[in-house]
């Protein structure tokens, strides 16, 4: 087979690359690594993250997309160049055609950019299609109100679907990356001390939590004290992770309320009987689906696999994409 169909998952945190008939063929993070004189790239994904924030003055680990888009355009390209090597999407034979999974709500000009990114690495063709709507798992085809939350690495998508198409939708620039932060911030006032964004991702992973007293672990951080400037460690507990992460999910609830607010009552109807399906990395993290839950006043569900359902999806788009390339 000559012509190969492939689904990318261009995540802020991560890329999945799904391939039509053998299903996801790469996860790997979204960084890479480049020599900052000669802007030459020494790694990229697992490798490339492994650096992040250990690299000498010479070695730059970036990490070329924000807030789901591309934040820095031919390190996008030499990424995504690489991974499609990787998986043997391009060969002599063949240049692929190329589904791209973005947020909701970018503009054009950014959705040019990611087409263009991709166009450059040989594909074929290139499609373009929203991530709630391929993320859910669910069959949005049909006149009923389905809603998901996809909180990813630097968006949270929130959307209302039905028909096979969005009614309603919301993209905000929190998600995980922000929790990252936020949980630095707050280590760095509480304890004056300083981490790096990967030892909060772990504290976050280890022993985060989002919904008060769902969890109750402590866990040892090392990092440069800031009154000394010498290493130094102090015991964090789940309850103070959530006092850090409680801004930005309550920004996140707040959205959501205002995308519940603007629906059709039928669809509202329908999604109190079904729930609200919670995809994404961020969706991992502990209680997220209770403070929704008891928030709203609505069932919330975590997907099967939130972290590879957007991936997923695109496989099944890239049965039907005789329908993307009729828009």
């Known amino acids: 087979m000559f012509n190969k169909d492939i689904g990318i998952d261009l995540g802020t945190a991560n890329v999945l690359i799904y391939i039509k008939g053998q299903g996801i063929v790469l996860n790997e993070p979204s960084v890479v690594a480049i020599d900052a004189e000669t802007k030459k790239p020494l790694a990229v994904g697992t490798e490339a993250h492994e650096m992040l924030g250990r690299t000498p003055g010479k070695v730059k680990a970036i990490k070329p997309m924000k807030d789901g888009v591309i934040a820095d355009y031919d390190t996008t390209e030499v990424m995504l160049n690489y991974f499609i090597k990787k998986v043997n999407g391009k060969s002599f034979f063949s240049r692929p055609r190329i589904l791209i ?5 970018i503009t054009q000009v950014e959705k040019n950019a990611i087409k263009e990114a991709a166009e450059r ?14 993320g859910a798992g669910m069959d949005i085809s049909k006149p009923s109100g389905n809603m998901v939350i996809d909180i990813g690495g630097g968006t949270t998508d929130i959307a209302i679907l039905s028909l096979g198409g969005i009614v309603n939708s919301a993209s905000i620039r929190i998600a995980g990356n922000a929790f990252d932060n936020d949980i630095v911030k707050y ?29 109750n ?14 290493p130094h460690t102090i015991t964090l507990t789940s309850d103070e992770i959530e006092e850090a992460l409680r801004e930005s999910v309550y920004t996140i609830i ?12 039928e669809l509202s109807a329908d999604i109190i009987d079904k729930g609200i399906v919670l995809t994404g990395g961020g969706a991992l993290v502990d209680g997220f689906s209770q403070v929704l839950s008891q928030e709203l006043k609505v069932p919330v569900f975590t997907a099967e696999s939130p972290l590879t359902c957007v991936a997923e999806g695109t496989g099944i788009l890239l049965d039907n ?3 993307l390339e009729r828009q």
Do not use: W
Not at 187 to 215: C, H, M, N, Q
């Open 321 to 323: 994409l005789y329908m």
């Open 217 to 230: 672990e402590k866990m040892e951080v090392r990092g440069r004290d800031l009154v000394t400037g010498l």
């Open 187 to 215: 280590i760095k006032d509480k304890y004056k001390l300083l981490v790096g964004e990967r030892t909060a991702e772990d504290i976050k992973i280890t022993i985060g939590t989002v919904f008060p007293g769902s969890r």
């Open 121 to 134: 690495t040989g594909a074929k063709k290139v499609f373009l299609d929203e991530e709630p709507k391929v």
């Open 101 to 105: 999974c973005c947020p909701s709500n």
């Open 254 to 265: 707040h959205a959501v309320k205002g995308i519940l607010e603007q629906t059709p009552p």
